[in-house]
């Protein structure tokens, strides 16, 4: 097995914030691995600056792999070999294992979501589309530019949270919505007031992680008691194995792919949720088609998916998923196995250092 991995930059449409800050270019960092018969599977590393993960240390990772531990034909393999490397890397971990499944179901001609038995509804799965944090105006014309999507998530967690909304409000008035704190309310009395406060629009579905991940558990347990809206962790659900905290203290979780360290271990982390009750999302980070596909493929395990992140930036340079109107499909993409993405643009050397991506 051959080894390569080269730098995406991604351009934003509009500078994206949330409650820890801003930003408008994203690095990712693709990797192919090409077996000696010439298929190839593709994967990508969306690293999170939250977790301490960065272009470099996604690179670092790569470079300790030896690739003739790696097959096709071995996935599960694999990986225990990847997660003998280190505990953490997790985005990169997570480029590996698209790219392995991605090739194991080009080998069985079938799409990764038949590999796993998940199967798919066209047509059937919807998107939210992600409104950042900015000024009233920017907001009223970033919602009006998403009019095509029938959901949106808004982030909030600063001191202008009520601003933020009656921008969305004013020029969407009834549209289903979903919140993002982002780990932004810092007491449990505060987010108990915003979570009243957002009940009582009456389109609100959930609430993302309204405290931080380092709240105890009891203020948790305060609040999930009170709330009126289901509580979702995100940057508290890492994997299956954070499962116990997160089914004690919240209502649902919000499954990524670069936390877990991949679609397989995305598998464990939703269906280990739903065996818990817990209501299940699947989300993403600023991403290209391949990240966002590779999610796309877990959507028949989730209650409510927000993989709208290549929609975000103006130069995916992969196709795969499509989002018309926030409803998923498969039917356009060239490649009918395995990931099911090809390229559409040439590579652009990502020129300098960029800001990297957080939790979205
Ligand atoms: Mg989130």
């Known amino acids: 097995m051959k080894l390569k991995f080269w730098r995406e930059q991604l351009q934003l449409a509009n500078t994206w914030t949330i409650a820890r800050g801003s930003t408008n270019l994203f690095q990712v960092i693709m990797v192919q691995l090409a077996a000696p018969d010439g298929v190839t599977g593709i994967g990508e590393a969306s690293p999170i600056r939250r977790y301490h993960e960065s272009p470099d240390t996604v690179e670092a990772f790569f470079q300790r792999v030896d690739p003739s531990q790696l097959s096709f034909s071995d996935v599960a393999a694999s ?80 001191p202008g949270d009520r601003e933020i909304l009656a921008a969305l409000r004013a020029v969407a008035p009834k549209k289903a919505i979903r919140v993002d704190a982002n780990e932004g309310w810092k007491t449990k009395e505060e987010a108990l007031s915003r979570l009243e406060w957002l009940a009582s629009d009456g389109h609100v579905q959930f609430v993302e992680q309204p405290m931080p991940q380092t709240t105890p558990v009891a203020d948790l347990l305060w609040l999930k008691e009170r709330s009126p809206l289901p509580l979702f962790a995100d940057e508290s659900y890492h994997t299956a194995a954070d ?118």
């Open 79 to 158: 990986m225990a070999y990847l997660n003998s490397l280190s505990s953490g890397d997790m985005s990169a971990k997570c480029a590996l294992n698209i790219a392995l499944l991605d090739g194991a179901g080009k080998i069985a001609r079938k799409p990764i979501y038949d590999l796993l038995g998940l199967g798919f509804r066209d047509q059937h799965h919807i998107t939210s589309f992600s409104i950042g944090i900015d000024t009233p105006a920017v907001i009223q014309k970033k919602v009006l530019a998403a009019e095509q999507y029938p959901v949106l998530k808004l982030k909030v967690g600063v």
């Open 243 to 360: 499962i116990a905290h997160c089914a004690e203290c919240y209502h649902g979780v919000n499954v990524k792919l670069v936390k877990t360290g991949g679609v397989s271990a995305g598998f464990a982390a939703l269906k280990t949720a739903r065996q818990s009750g817990l209501k299940t999302m699947i989300g993403c980070m600023i991403e290209t088609s391949v990240l966002i596909s590779a999610a796309a493929h877990l959507a028949e395990l989730c209650d409510f998916l927000d993989i709208d992140g290549n929609l975000l930036t103006t130069n995916d340079p992969y196709a795969g998923v499509t989002a018309g109107g926030g409803i998923l499909s498969f039917r356009s993409a060239a490649e009918p196995f395995g990931l099911r993405t090809n390229r559409v643009t040439a590579p652009v050397a990502a020129a300098t250092a960029a800001p990297q991506t957080d939790n979205i």
